[in-house]
């Protein structure tokens, strides 16, 4: 299935940057990782990824169509290292591949990036850890909230375990060097698995970011840890997450209205975007 194609909208020059897998993953960690760092850093759109077996859909934002999957990509920054320079490109898609796309889509993306000499590609991942079921109950009314909300979001996410893949001595090297536990053994699926397994075959560095998330609902606090963990991984920036502690519940709250709205409504008239989900 060799139908799907990139389309640039805009000649950039990529080489040495470092690419975000932003396709919908466990707790949509991916999704709210690669759209907080579209709005954070104020990429540019720069291309579409499009295929006759994608969705015929059109996603309006701000009164604007949007392909089904874009390509975002920031201008060269300096870092705090004055040697390093920094460039983020952000692949984003709402709608899941199905699995007779992934593989397709994935060397899409692998082409496309070693093609431009980018330096690697990370996907941020939800991983669901054996455990007993935690219950997730809103607080009853004669419940006192905790004295600083924010404090105790950033508590939870810190208490997040967060593991790290590499399909390269080279990325698990560069794992090693930055205190990131190593998967050991279990399965990742869906493109970010397919992009492991792509970047082995072709020793180009892809790293899989896994951080312990919920699988029934979206997980903004999954996606603050890693985005903590890709700040000093590679953007040397000091990207302020704190912003996503805040409105963490909020924007779990908002996308399962989105998803619920979807699911009930035959013409798909989406609500206004969170500010995260721009």
Not at 179 to 197: H, K, Q, R
Request: charged share 30%; glycine share 4%.
């Amino acid at each position: 299935m060799s139908d799907i194609r990139i389309y640039e909208l805009k000649k950039t020059n990529l080489r040495g940057a470092t690419v975000i897998d932003g396709f919908p993953s466990i707790g949509l960690v991916s999704s709210i990782v690669a759209n907080y760092l579209v709005n954070a850093l104020e990429l540019e759109q720069i291309g579409i990824m499009d295929s006759n077996f994608f969705p015929s859909i059109s996603l309006i934002r701000n009164a604007q169509p949007l392909n089904t999957v874009r390509i975002y990509a920031s201008e060269r920054v300096r870092g705090t290292d004055e040697e390093d320079v920094d460039q983020i490109v952000v692949f984003i898609s709402e709608f899941q591949p199905p699995p007779n796309l992934i593989k397709p889509i994935s060397a899409a993306i692998l082409d496309w990036i070693q093609e431009h000499r980018c330096r690697m590609l990370i996907s941020p991942e939800g991983l669901v850890i054996e455990r007993e079921e935690e219950e997730v109950e809103l607080p009853s009314e004669d419940e006192k909230p905790p004295e600083d909300p924010e404090e105790d979001i950033e508590s939870k996410i810190k208490n997040l375990e967060l593991f790290g893949v590499g399909s390269t001595p080279r990325a698990r090297n560069l794992l090693d060097d930055n205190d990131i536990s190593p998967f050991i053994e279990g399965v990742i699926t869906g493109v970010a698995g397919v992009l492991l397994n792509e970047g082995k075959r072709r020793d180009f560095d892809v790293i899989s970011l896994l951080a312990e998330a919920h699988s029934n609902y979206p997980d903004a606090r999954a996606a603050a840890k890693i985005i903590e963990v890709l700040d000093r991984l590679v953007l040397n920036i000091h990207i302020d997450s704190k912003p996503l502690y805040k409105e963490a519940e909020a924007i779990e709250m908002q996308i399962k209205s989105i998803r619920s709205q979807a699911k009930t409504s035959k013409v798909m008239k989406a609500p206004p975007s969170p500010r995260m989900y721009g």
